[in-house]
């Protein structure tokens, strides 16, 4: 488009999406700003709505749950990322070895399952699986003379309990990357490093592992940021209990709007959440879409 | 004369190696794919069987299925209208991401203009913010506009990563069509309107639909906005099914049938876009 002459027709055709972005994305979050500067309680609207300021914002930092519900949610991110890598990678490095073509290619089909399973319904099939009494992951561990274990009534096993599921279901997204980064290792590069480096450790270190870098980092900035996501298969597995030991950040946040219908402290939460997305984004950007900054 | 046994018996001690190989590479696929599809399968035997084969301890593998849980789940009704309800909102939420995701994608592929690197920042920028940082003012606006409970309240909010989530995908598909192909169309006097529908769009549509069926998939598994802006009338399938985690008793059978209700539109949908969903979820960083 030159910068004399404006392109009617294309503007007509980006409009749309433009003014809809507009309103359903930036206008909400600019609303949300306004909010977390009022006093907005749901339950005392006879109070009003009156500006106090960054009284919420004060009543967030001295918020010890708010800071702990990011403490949790980096003690989750610690149980669950380090844990998708390893497996993702071995798993990764196994289906593109395979010699058996076919198995392979129905391994990266099949692995699609987990990913796009409906996290609240796997939350429901969690609360099946850990069920003290009946459920399957009990049942293994008696085989072997476990005791059976409270996974959902407890502080640490239920931390553990979301972590093993998250785990389950984001396992085979880190393991779909990193197929795609070695599937760009070509033939005779793998073949001459298998002759310079010998085989295992030192042609993953040496040959395969520069390829699994870009999708590596990809995979650290989105699991932080699904993470800071979290609601639906934590709400339905443990409703952020007991107590408020698997309470992660969103899950937190969600609890002050709707439950304690803050609206004024939530909204200062989610916009100091949302900086964090932001700057998460970028990072993301900046490594990703060099042509975007330009 | 003494080569041609010896030939023999590296080539079968090599296809006995192959053999070898084979065995333990499948052995090591069907664990992971046990590993991986076990609660799958798990969530379905449990909606076929009946209450007291579900708490049976070891846990029984054949079992006589039974439909009684899903009779029970489609006369209740409640279930059958949330998914009634997913229906109406997912569809209609990925029908407009398309229309009007499409073109602007086919705009940013073509064009350079002002502000085009913050469109782009905001749609990447979409897939990293936290849902309850929308859900909070979306329920306020949502309740001055006495939209609360209506599929358009979700509709309107689905947008928000229907839009960045078509546009992404779409503008991939449009570079990929030769600008040569636009501009012998209008040398030969069509307008860009005709050259986007008629020569565009029907070149770009496989990426479209792969586009169109992972907006759908977020749009029908999304829980947050669901449960924030519904109560009885709008209310969808997710926040149907998290609501068999209240009240005394759990009813395991009937909650699993609607699990897998739920479930299976999106596994089949998956299914089809296999080898585009790693690209939709990275923003197309990873192929």
């Given amino acids: 488009m030159s910068k004399s002459k404006v392109n009617w027709p294309a503007v007509a055709l980006i409009a749309p999406a433009v003014i809809i972005l507009l309103a359903v994305g930036i206008y909400p979050l600019l609303f949300a700003l306004d909010v977390s500067f009022r006093q907005y309680q749901l339950t005392k609207l006879y109070l009003g709505t009156d500006y106090v300021g960054f009284q919420n914002y004060i009543a967030v930092f001295n918020d010890a749950l708010f800071w702990q519900s990011l403490g949790r949610t980096a003690q989750f991110f610690v149980l669950t990322v380090p844990a998708q890598i390893v497996f993702g990678v071995l798993i990764a490095l196994f289906i593109d070895g395979m010699r058996w073509r076919a198995l392979s290619f129905l391994m990266r089909v099949l692995?699609?399952?987990?990913?796009?399973?409906?996290?609240?319904?796997?939350?429901?099939?969690?609360?099946?699986?850990?069920?003290?009494?009946?459920?399957?992951?009990?049942?293994?561990?008696?085989?072997?003379?476990?005791?059976?274990?409270?996974?959902?009534?407890?502080?640490?096993?239920?931390?553990?309990?979301?972590?093993?599921?998250?785990?389950?279901?984001?396992?085979?997204?880190?393991?779909?990357?990193?197929?795609?980064?070695?599937?760009?290792?070509?033939?005779?590069?793998?073949?001459?490093?298998?002759?310079?480096?010998?085989?295992?450790?030192?042609?993953?270190?040496?040959?395969?592992?520069?390829?699994?870098?870009?999708?590596?980092?990809?995979?650290?900035?989105?699991?932080?940021?699904?993470?800071?996501?979290?609601?639906?298969?934590?709400?339905?597995?443990?409703?952020?209990?007991?107590?408020?030991?698997?309470?992660?950040?969103?899950?937190?946040?969600?609890?002050?709007?709707?439950?304690?219908?803050?609206?004024?402290?939530?909204?200062?939460?989610?916009?100091?959440?949302?900086?964090?997305?932001?700057?998460?984004?970028?990072?993301?950007?900046?490594?990703?879409?060099?042509?975007?900054?330009? | 004369m003494s080569v041609a046994p010896q030939a023999r018996s590296v080539r079968s001690a090599r296809s006995k190696r192959h053999l070898f190989t084979h065995l333990w590479q499948g052995a090591v696929a069907l664990l992971l794919l046990v590993a991986f599809l076990l609660p799958v399968y798990w969530m379905v035997t449990t909606a076929l069987k009946t209450t007291a084969d579900t708490f049976a301890v070891p846990p029984v593998l054949i079992f006589q299925p039974t439909f009684e849980h899903f009779r029970v789940v489609y006369e209740e009704g409640s279930v059958a209208k949330s998914l009634v309800n997913s229906l109406i909102v997912a569809t209609s939420a990925t029908l407009l991401s398309v229309l009007i995701g499409a073109p602007a994608a086919y705009v940013l592929a073509r064009f350079q203009f002002r502000g085009k690197a913050d469109l782009w920042f905001w749609i990447i920028t979409n897939r990293f913010i936290s849902p309850i940082v929308v859900a909070l003012p979306f329920f306020l606006i949502a309740r001055d506009l006495r939209i609360l409970d209506k599929h358009i309240a979700l509709i309107l909010v689905y947008l928000t990563f229907g839009i960045p989530l078509v546009v992404w995908l779409c503008v991939d598909q449009f570079r990929a069509v030769p600008r040569e192909v636009d501009e012998a169309a209008t040398v030969d006097g069509a307008n860009l309107w005709q050259v986007f529908f008629r020569i565009n769009l029907p070149l770009a549509m496989p990426g479209i639909v792969v586009s169109a069926i992972l907006a759908f998939i977020a749009s029908w598994n999304e829980l947050m906005f669901a449960l924030v802006l519904t109560r009885a009338e709008a209310r969808t399938a997710p926040v149907e099914a998290a609501n068999f985690m209240t009240g005394f008793g759990i009813r395991w059978g009937p909650m699993m049938a609607t699990g897998t209700l739920i479930v299976l539109p999106v596994l089949i949908f998956a299914l089809l876009v296999s080898r585009n969903l790693v690209r939709g979820l990275t923003m197309g960083a990873v192929k």
């Avoid at chain 1, 969600?254 to 439950?259: I, P, Y």
């Fill in chain 1, 111 to 294: 692995l699609v399952i987990p990913i796009a399973i409906t996290p609240t319904v796997v939350g429901l099939v969690g609360r099946l699986l850990f069920n003290r009494d009946f459920g399957f992951i009990n049942y293994l561990l008696s085989l072997v003379g476990v005791p059976p274990v409270s996974w959902l009534g407890e502080p640490l096993p239920a931390m553990v309990t979301i972590a093993l599921v998250d785990i389950w279901q984001w396992t085979p997204f880190v393991a779909l990357v990193m197929i795609s980064g070695l599937s760009l290792i070509s033939q005779e590069v793998l073949e001459s490093g298998k002759l310079d480096a010998g085989g295992g450790w030192n042609l993953f270190w040496h040959v395969q592992a520069p390829y699994l870098l870009p999708g590596l980092t990809a995979v650290l900035i989105l699991r932080t940021a699904d993470i800071l996501k979290l609601f639906d298969m934590v709400f339905v597995l443990t409703r952020g209990g007991p107590g408020v030991s698997t309470e992660l950040v969103s899950v937190y946040i969600q609890r002050v709007g709707f439950r304690i219908f803050d609206m004024g402290v939530a909204s200062a939460q989610a916009i100091l959440l949302l900086i964090l997305c932001i700057v998460l984004a970028r990072g993301y950007i900046r490594l990703f879409y060099r042509e975007v900054e330009a």
